[in-house]
């Protein structure tokens, strides 16, 4: 009975360590975000890109309202979704761009729409056309999801 006891104790703790792991891998926000872990994978994952100049597109799919200014905020601007510096140019065709110079690293982001945050970048990268393709995807801690690209 004492050795059925033990091993009963010994896979509960060992549970709640794997669960305890996984949790804080997940983490990340928009206010300082996490640089590191994988909190999720994306079910088709980006490429890890190159050092120097990034190109960021995003075209509003079908079921999705054209947004008149989209913003970029992340790691590299503190979060700040109203940085002019990280405004895309909007384009004839309903792209918007922004080019950014980025150092290797792991960075998470949102774009945000007329001042509003997406619930989930995950959701946006599915239902729009977003440059480029996130690596991957990991909890924003409030709900929903920031993508993360990785630099090298």
Not at 13 to 28: D, E, P
Request: glycine residues 14%; hydrophobic residues 35%.
């Amino acid at each position: 009975m004492k050795k059925l006891l033990w091993i009963a104790a010994v896979l509960i703790a060992s549970s709640a360590m794997v669960l305890t792991s996984c949790q804080a891998a997940g983490k990340g926000g928009k206010k300082g975000g996490d640089k590191g872990g994988d909190g999720g994978a994306a079910a088709s994952e980006g490429a890890v890109l190159k050092a120097g100049e990034i190109v960021f597109k995003f075209k509003a799919g079908a079921d999705t309202e054209p947004p008149q200014k989209v913003n970029w905020a992340g790691e590299l601007n503190g979060w700040n979704p109203g940085d002019p510096s990280y405004e895309f140019e909007a384009k004839d065709d309903g792209t918007f761009v922004l080019t950014l110079e980025i150092d290797p690293g792991t960075y998470p982001y949102k774009f945000v729409l007329d001042g509003q945050w997406p619930q989930s970048m995950q959701a946006m990268s599915e239902e729009n056309t977003i440059e480029p393709k996130p690596t991957r995807f990991i909890d924003d801690g409030y709900g929903g999801k920031n993508a993360v690209i990785e630099v090298e």
